[in-house]
C-alpha cells in the first residue's frame, strides 16, 4: 500500500464523546532498526519478536471541542511530558485522521512491565493509542476491513515512535522494505511471511534488569547520530545481508545460527553508539560480566541460550521453551545477582 491509502477522504459522523481502550504489547528486535530519515523512515528493514506478557493498556476519551488538547495519566498520574508528545503527533496525523483535532481527548493508560525497567514503552504506548485511533475512527462512521485497519494502526504506530509499528502483531513482525520480503514495507509492519520452524514458536525471553530507570540516551537521539556515522552505509547494508539470513534460519530452524546473528546484530547496535559522535557507553560492566557468563555457560552446557540489548544495558535472554528447565536455574543462580535489584521479567514471544 501506498501512503495515499491512509489519507483519509471520509466525512464523519457527529458524535460529543465516546471512549475506545486498546492492548499492545511491547517488541524486542532481533535486527535493529537504528537510523532514519524523514518521516520516520527506517535506514534499513528490521525483524521483531513481540512479547506476550509486557503490554500496555489505554482508554481514551474524546469529547468534541474547539481546540485540540491532550492529558496522559500513567497509572492515574498526569504526566505533563508525555501529554505534550502525544498532542504533538496528534497534530501530526491529520491527514490521515481528519477528525483528530476537532476533539480534546483523555488518555489513561498501565503498563504491565515496572515503570522504572528501562523497556521502551513507547512502542506498545504508540501502538495501543494508534489502535484507539482506528477504534475512534470506526465509532466516527468509518468502515474499513480488519486487516486496512492493522495496517493503519501501524502506520500510525510508526508515525509516533519507529519501532511501535512492529508492535501491531504477534510474532515475528518484519517492518522496512525488503525485497526478498514480500510484502515488507517502509510504512507499516507486517506479519513475517512464511512459515516458521516450530523452535522459533515459542521462544522464551527473560529480561535482567541490570539498570533500572530512565535511558541515558533516547533513540530520537540515537537515530540522529547515524547520519554523519562513519560506518552507518555498512550498517545498513550489513543489516539488509542478516535479514536475509535470518529469515532463512527461522524457516529451517537452525538455532545456532539464529544465536550468532542475534548477538551480533545486539553487538553491532551498541559498537555504533560507542563509535558516535558524542559517543555514548550504555552497557554497564554488569552487562559484559553477564555476557561473559553466557558465553562460558553455553559452551559447557551446550545449550541454546542467546542474548540480544536494546539501547541500554537491560539483557533479553532468549532460549527455547525446552530448554526452560535448566536455563532458568543457571539465571536464578549465576545472572540475577549482576541486576540492580534483583529484579528481572519472564516473557515469551507467542504467535
Ligand atoms: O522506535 P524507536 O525510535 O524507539 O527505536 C528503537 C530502536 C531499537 O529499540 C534500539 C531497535 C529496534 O529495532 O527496536
Not at 94 to 112: G, L, W
Not at 316 to 322: C, D, N, Q, S, T
Amino acid at each position: 500500500m501506498t501512503e495515499k491509502e491512509f489519507i483519509s477522504n471520509h466525512s464523519y459522523a457527529e458524535k460529543e464523546t465516546g471512549e475506545v481502550r486498546a492492548k499492545c504489547s511491547s517488541n524486542i528486535a532481533l535486527i535493529k532498526y537504528w537510523g532514519k530519515y524523514n518521516p520516520q523512515l527506517p535506514a534499513n528493514s528490521s525483524i521483531s519478536y513481540t512479547l506476550t506478557d509486557s503490554f500496555t493498556e489505554t482508554v481514551l476519551k474524546f469529547e468534541k471541542s474547539e481546540k485540540l488538547s491532550v492529558k496522559v495519566y500513567l497509572e492515574d498520574v498526569f504526566q505533563e511530558k508525555f501529554s505534550h508528545r502525544i498532542e504533538e503527533y496528534f497534530r501530526s496525523i491529520k491527514a490521515y485522521v481528519p477528525f483528530i483535532d476537532q476533539y480534546s481527548y483523555i488518555i489513561h493508560t498501565r503498563n504491565t512491565f515496572p515503570h522504572s525497567s528501562g523497556i521502551a514503552s513507547s512502542a506498545s504506548g504508540f501502538g495501543a493509542v494508534a489502535q484507539c485511533l482506528m477504534d475512534m475512527s470506526g465509532l466516527l462512521g468509518e468502515e474499513n476491513t480488519e486487516e486496512y485497519k492493522l495496517t493503519k494502526a501501524s502506520f500510525l504506530a510508526r508515525l509516533g515512535s519507529g519501532s511501535a509499528c512492529r508492535s501491531l502483531y504477534k510474532g515475528l513482525v518484519v517492518w522496512g522494505k525488503h525485497l526478498e520480503i514480500p510484502g515488507s514495507s517502509d510504512l507499516y509492519a507486517i506479519p513475517f511471511p512464511f512459515e516458521v520452524s516450530p523452535v522459533f514458536k515459542k521462544m522464551q525471553d527473560t529480561i535482567l534488569l541490570i539498570h533500572e530507570g530512565r535511558k541515558e540516551m533516547s533513540s530520537t537521539v540515537g537515530h540522529e547520530l547515524m547520519k554523519n556515522h562513519p560506518y552507518a552505509e555498512a550498517r545498513f547494508a550489513e543489516a539488509h545481508k542478516n535479514l536475509s539470513d535470518l529469515s532463512k534460519i527461522l524457516q529451517n530452524g537452525d538455532l545456532e545460527s539464529f544465536g550468532r546473528i542475534v548477538e551480533h546484530e545486539a553487538l553491532t547496535l551498541h559498537a555504533m553508539i560507542m563509535t558516535s559522535n558524542p559517543a555514548f557507553i550504555l552497557m554497564k560492566p554488569a552487562t559484559l560480566a553477564v555476557i561473559d557468563k553466557l558465553w562460558k555457560f553455553r559452551k559447557e552446557t551446550r545449550t541454546h541460550l542467546y542474548f540480544t540489548l536494546d539501547a541500554g544495558a537491560n539483557i533479553h535472554l532468549l532460549y527455547p521453551e525446552e530448554e526452560k528447565g535448566l536455563i532458568l536455574n543457571f539465571i536464578k543462580n549465576d545472572l540475577l545477582k549482576y541486576t540492580e535489584n534483583g529484579n528481572s521479567i519472564q516473557d515469551k514471544a507467542l504467535f
